[in-house]
C-alpha cells in the first residue's frame, strides 16, 4: 500500500485503536471524514474533546458524571438505602432504563480478573465498603454478569461486606420476557429453576 | 442417529466432496494419506465443534486456503438438522462459524446434535497415555449426552487459568491472598457440577464396559471407576492453598481427574499387556456407544478409523459385532477387504485417492 499522508495516516492509526474497528474499517472512516464538510469534521472533534473535558466520574460511585457527583448521587429523589453494584456505566443506563429502581449506585469498572491484573482496588470494591460502613445502606444488590469473572467478583464482595452486616442479595437469573423455554441456554434454563418461587 | 450427507470445502486435503452417506454401513477405502482420517474427523468436528485432533484450527484449512466448511445433513428422532461450520484465518488463528439450520450457533451449544463415537488407532493407548487422555474421553461423551456440558467446561478452564494467574501473582508478591478464596469458591462451584456428571457417567460405564470385555477376554473380570476431586472438594481445595501458591497451579480439581482401570483387580495403566489393554479400549469404545444409546434412545454414529486391521480375531469379532447391528457407521481401511464377506455386502463401499471419492477398483 502506498504510504498515507501524515495526517490521514495518524487518524486511521487512532481510529483503529477503537472496539471493533479493524485497519480497513478505520481507513474507510478516514476517508469518510477527509470528504466531508469541514463543519461537520469540526463538530467531530469538538464532541471529542468536551467529552474529555467535562465528563468525568461521580466521587462517590463513579458512574459518569458533568460534576463531581453523577445526576443519580446528586438528585434529592433517589433512596440512600440501596446500593446497586454494577460493571460499568452501561449497565446503570440499563437499569435506569426500566424505572424499577430507586436506589443509588456503584460503578466497578470492571471485574476480578488476574489474567488482566485487575484486582479489588482497580474495580473500587474498597470504596464500597467504606461507603457500606459509614451506615445509612440497608441492602447492596450485586448486579455483576453471569460469567466466571462476574460470578467471582460478586462472591468477593459479598465476603468484603458481611462483617458490615448489610443485606446482601443477587439479581435473580432467569428466563427472558417473551423467551421460549425450549431455545433457553441449559444453564440459564437451570438457573431459572433453582432460582423458582411460589405462585 | 444418522448422517445423511456431508459436504467439505478446502478441509484439509479435500477440495470439494459432497457425498449422501447410506443410513447403516459405510465403507472408505484407501491407501495412507489419502485421506480417511481427515473425513472421519470432518463428521467428528460436526459431533464436538472441535476437532479431536487438530492442535491448531488452521491445520485444518486445506492448502492455500483462506477458507473451509463442512456442512452436515444429520436425522435424529425423524427431525433433520443442518450443521454448517465454516472455518477461516484471521490474522494466524482459526476461527469459526457454526450454524444450525441457518441460525447462529455458539461452539458450546453445538455438540449434542450430531452424536457420534470415534475410535480411531490413538486410542489404543487410551489405557497407558496420560490421564488428560481420559479426560478427554469423558469429555467427549458428556458433551455429546449432557446439554450444558461443553459451557460447563469452558466455564471451568476460564477458572482455572484465573486462578493460577492469581497463584503466580501471590507468589511473586504482586497481590495479596485476599480474592482468593472468591476464586476457590467458584472453582469448587464449577469443579463439582463436572465431577457428579463424570461419577454418573462411570457408575453408568461401568457394567456396561465389564460386560464387553467379560465376553471378549473370557471372562476376565474388568473394573472401572471414577478418580476425581475428594468427597470435601472445597476443604481440599483450601489445604492445597499453599502448595498451590508455591507451584502457581491448582492441585485439587476435576481437571486432575483420572479413570481406574483394573483387570483382576491388577491396575490396567501399569500392568496391562498389549492384548489386554485393546480389549479394555474396544470395551470402553463399545460401552460409550452404549451409554450414548441408552442416554439419547439413539445409537450414536460409530466412527472407526484404520483400527480393525489393528486388532485380532477376538476384538475385532465383538467390535463387528455391534457394526452389524446398530445403527449408522462409518469405517475407512487401508485393507481392500477389511469386513467378512456377508458385511461387505450390505456396505456402501467408496474408494478415496488425494482427496476425492472414486469407484473403486
Known sequence: ?199 | MRLLRLELRNFRNYRHLDHDLGGHLNLFLGANGQGKTNLLESIALLALSASPRARRETELLGPLAAEARVLGRVESEGRIREIRIDLREEAGRGRKRIEVDGVNRRAVDLPGLARAVLFWPEDLNLVKAGPEHRRRFLNQMLVQVEPGHARLISRYARVLEQRNHLLKQIAAGETGIETLAAWDEELVAVGSQIASSRRAAVAELAPLAGRHHQAIAAGEELAIGYLGPPDDFAGGVQKSRSLDVRRGVTGVGPHRDDLLLELGGRDARAYASQGQQRTLVVSLKLAEADLVAARTGEPPILLLDDVLSELDAERRGALLERVASAGQVVVTSAEAAPLPLELMHEARVNCIRAGALEPCG
Open chain 1, 1 to 199: 500500500m502506498p504510504e498515507l499522508p501524515q495526517a490521514l495516516e495518524d487518524l486511521v492509526q487512532e481510529l483503529s485503536r477503537l472496539p471493533g474497528v479493524g485497519p480497513k474499517t478505520a481507513q474507510r472512516l478516514a476517508f469518510h471524514i477527509l470528504r466531508a464538510d469541514r463543519q461537520r469534521a469540526d463538530a467531530l472533534a469538538r464532541a471529542i474533546g468536551d467529552l474529555k473535558a467535562r465528563i468525568g466520574y461521580c466521587e462517590r460511585c463513579f458512574n459518569i458524571a458533568e460534576g463531581p457527583l453523577c445526576a443519580i448521587c446528586e438528585s434529592g429523589r433517589r433512596s440512600t438505602e440501596q446500593i446497586c453494584v454494577v460493571e460499568s456505566p452501561m449497565d446503570v443506563i440499563a437499569i435506569e432504563r426500566t424505572a424499577e429502581y430507586q436506589g443509588l449506585y456503584h460503578v466497578l469498572h470492571g471485574v476480578l480478573s488476574p489474567v488482566d491484573l485487575v484486582g479489588p482496588e482497580e474495580i473500587h470494591v474498597p470504596e464500597l465498603v467504606r461507603r457500606v460502613t459509614e451506615g445509612g445502606v440497608e441492602e447492596v444488590i450485586v448486579a455483576t454478569d453471569a460469567d466466571i469473572e462476574g460470578e467471582t467478583t460478586a462472591v468477593y464482595i459479598y465476603r468484603a461486606l458481611t462483617p458490615t452486616g448489610v443485606k446482601i442479595t443477587r439479581p435473580a437469573h432467569g428466563l427472558p420476557v417473551g423467551g421460549d423455554l425450549e431455545y433457553a441456554d441449559e444453564l440459564t434454563l437451570a438457573r431459572a429453576l433453582s432460582g423458582r418461587r411460589a405462585f
